[in-house]
């Protein structure tokens, strides 16, 4: 929305004549961290249906990407929280790490793949990765008020052979207008 100024650029919806290139774009560092927690914080953060799978550890990622067709050639950083789970539905069953939420730093990115995929997306000021000292630093706010500070080092680069992570499980929710409560999909 608005639809009458045709539909929003992103990934699934390039410009008519606008070549791709997704051998060698984006660009992206990825910096990650994982952490032990309680089982039950976790779980008290999982909608109907979904179980914590395994050990509660959290999956702390950031990725910055450069070079994006779609976004002419500028980038993004996100952020994105999971942990082991599973779904049991009245007809499917699957099992992955649960995304909780992806904050981003660029509005574009958040609407069309939370609009069209249901990703779960909010904005967040998320600058740019720094590396000092052998470490990157790497920190998420909200005008102004910091809320996520994390410095990894000994990090090593993946083979691009290297098998994709596990299954990601989401939940696609969206309100019903005028309704407070309901959904018109979920």
């Known amino acids: 929305m608005p639809t009458h100024f045709g539909p929003a650029p992103g990934p699934r919806q390039m410009p008519d004549g606008m070549p791709t290139a997704p051998a060698s ?3 992206r560092l990825s910096v990650a961290t994982r952490f ?4 039950a914080r976790l779980e008290a953060h999982l909608p109907e249906g979904f179980a914590l799978s395994g050990e509660p550890v ?9 070079g994006i067709d779609w976004l002419a050639g500028r980038g993004y950083t996100m952020v994105q929280v999971s942990w082991p789970a599973s779904f049991a539905g009245r007809e499917d069953k699957a099992s992955g790490r649960f995304l909780a939420v992806i904050w981003e730093n660029l509005t574009d990115p958040v609407i069309t793949w939370r609009d069209e995929i249901g990703h779960p997306k909010l904005y967040a000021d998320i600058p740019t990765p720094r590396t000092w000292d052998g470490a ?4 998420a706010g909200w005008l102004g008020f910091r809320f996520l500070d994390i410095e990894v080092s000994g990090l090593r680069d993946i083979s691009p052979d290297a098998p994709p992570p596990d299954d990601i499980l989401m939940l696609k929710y969206v309100p019903r207008t005028g309704a407070w409560g309901e959904a018109d999909l979920c």
């Not at 032990?36 to 089982?39: H, Q």
């Not at 959290?58 to 910055?64: D, L, R």
């Open 58 to 66: 959290v999956t702390v990622e950031f990725h910055y990407l450069t």
């Open 36 to 39: 032990l927690t309680d089982a």
């Open 25 to 27: 774009n984006p660009q």
């Open 136 to 139: 990157h630093l790497c920190s």
